[in-house]
């Protein structure tokens, strides 16, 4: 059995040059009759990218006019949702169409957990995510004789294999092969920085002043999660890049399969931690010129989550060199998607491939003074995610989505266009009619949730999340009159009739798709 880690695991194995297995990759089955009269499926995605990162969506730093062709040539959604700020519960709904608390993947790369609150749903012991567990988009679309292709960043678990998969690196073949050429064509010897610790891939990380001094401190007080305070400029040349590999093998795979259908993945890491990129989209944004949003007060709760103290230590010298690094390396994947475009071009392929544009969960990107995801609460920086999606002669170009979507209903938007019975009895419904503009009934509200602690529901105007039994944590922000989300209003008697009227509405949403922690809700918040 393979043992399949993660990206931070891969940057710790791949700088020692350590012969180990990667994430799941892509198999190719050459059992399955191949076909060509159908819909391609090229799923495109980055970790922990923010809604704003766009140039489409306001990205007021940097272009990403590749990114932006997706939209521009086809549908943009704006208010697009991840069902929780995790990577791993994320990935595994997009996959199958139902809520962490039906799959009950509720944590990174863990196993799936059993149900606190009522009937079980594992014991903690099972794969994270098995094949046939659920119906899910790859194994329908494998088993329909089309070639399925996953590159780069997997982050379901070390069991989580599936019969379409071969077991590849995060970068190559394995993480041992990447470890080599980058010993071979950029020997660690050969490389120098500004001498302080701090690595990316065995390689030095030059930093600011602001953040040398900051990673020390926070090396200190965060042990576990200390890493995150790395962040500058790599001395590792862009086309050395991992995410360079990734798109060489996501290119090659499109050339391989051009003529049969094919569902390809290309799955890159950035922009999450580790926060480095090289030059020339370490220099694109103008320091000076960053200007994170919100307050930098939060409720108590948030203050405790290590992106807050990374932030308050690093000062907004640090975050601002922190949100340059974070937009250069979101420039540096467009111009990686930009090349799969090219490829789909070059090859004739663009007319009949569904590309999907997305990513698993947002970042602060120096909101409220926080570095990275670590935050408790359901902020829109971190729920709040980029989608688009083309089909030329299916979707209009210029499409624009204004209803509230979620990653549960990617997977039947995707059965939907390529002509695949959609699964029963799962959370998600198909996009297509919102893309066509058909006026059909459609959920409200975005939910999300994290573990079996918290919930959120999303309308128009307000977003509430509260914590499970004893726990008197309540927020209440009014999106309309306050998008930064800088005022918690769940306390303030003027808003008390708000506040049960949003508390029964999630617990009517709970219990209408099945959420077991619904039995935990008080039915009064403010007794």
């Not at 993947?105 to 149900?115: K, Y």
């Not at 609150?117 to 790859?138: I, Q, R, V, Y």
């Not at 001498?195 to 965060?222: C, N």
């Not at 049969?260 to 580790?274: G, K, V, Y």
Request: glycine share 8%; net charge neutral.
């Amino acid at each position: 059995m393979a043992i399949h880690l993660s990206r931070r695991q891969f940057l710790h194995t791949a700088a020692a040059g350590a012969a180990v297995l990667g994430v799941p990759g892509i198999v190719r089955c050459e059992t399955a009759a191949k076909r060509k009269d159908g819909i391609n499926v090229l799923f495109l995605m980055t970790d922990e990218q923010h809604y704003r990162s766009l140039s489409i969506t306001g990205n007021p730093y940097i272009q990403t006019p590749h990114m932006d062709r997706i939209a521009r040539e086809g549908v943009l959604f704006e208010n697009a949702t991840c069902v929780t700020p995790y990577c791993s519960p994320s990935r595994a709904s997009i996959l199958t169409g139902v809520y962490p608390h039906r799959h009950r993947i509720l944590t990174n790369v863990g196993a799936r957990q059993p149900d606190p609150h009522g009937a079980a749903a594992g014991t903690g012991k099972e794969p994270p995510l098995a094949a046939d567990a659920f119906p899910n988009t790859e194994m329908m679309l494998f088993q329909r004789g089309y070639a399925t292709a996953h590159r780069g960043k997997w982050h379901l678990g070390d069991r989580g294999d599936f019969p379409c998969y071969e077991s590849w690196g995060y970068a190559c073949k394995n993480d041992a092969e990447y470890s080599k050429i980058l010993n071979e064509r950029l020997p660690a010897a050969q490389c120098t920085g500004d001498g302080s610790p701090g690595m990316y891939l065995g390689r030095p990380v030059v930093k600011t002043e602001a953040i040398r001094q900051g990673w020390q401190k926070f090396q200190d007080s965060h042990v576990g999660v200390a890493y995150i305070a790395t962040i500058g400029r790599t001395v590792i040349p862009p086309e050395l890049l991992p995410e360079t590999f990734i798109t060489d093998q996501v290119v090659g795979l499109i050339e391989k399969n051009a003529d049969r259908n094919f569902m390809i993945t290309a799955s890159w890491s950035p922009p999450h931690d580790l926060w480095v990129i090289a030059d020339p989209y370490y220099s694109m944004v103008d320091r000076t010129k960053v200007q994170p949003r919100g307050s930098t007060t939060m409720p108590p709760w948030d203050q405790k989550g290590a992106s807050k103290q990374l932030g308050d230590i690093m000062g907004p010298d640090g975050v601002r060199e922190y949100a340059a690094v974070y937009h250069g390396m979101v420039k540096y994947i467009d111009d990686q998607v930009g090349r799969i475009l090219k490829k789909l071009d070059d090859l004739g392929l663009a007319g009949n491939t569904l590309v999907i544009f997305t990513t698993d969960h947002g970042d602060m990107a120096g909101a409220h003074g926080c570095i990275g995801k670590s935050v408790p609460g359901f902020y829109d920086d971190l729920v709040r995610i980029p989608l688009a999606m083309r089909l030329p002669g299916r979707i209009k170009p210029g499409t624009v989505v204004k209803q509230p979507v979620s990653q549960i209903d990617y997977m039947p938007t995707i059965c939907d266009y390529v002509g695949v019975p959609i699964p029963e009895k799962i959370h998600g419904r198909s996009m297509r009619p919102l893309i066509e503009g058909r006026d059909v009934p459609w959920r409200d509200y975005a939910f999300c949730q994290r573990a079996s602690a918290w919930r959120m529901l999303r309308t128009e105007q307000y977003k509430y999340a509260t914590g499970l039994e004893k726990a008197k944590i309540r927020v209440l922000y009014d999106l309309r009159n306050d998008p930064n989300e800088d005022h918690n209003l769940a306390a303030d008697p003027a808003h008390a009739d708000t506040v049960r009227a949003m508390h029964k509405r999630l617990m009517e949403v709970m219990t209408a798709d099945g959420d077991p922690a619904v039995s935990a809700m008080p039915q009064d918040p403010l007794a």
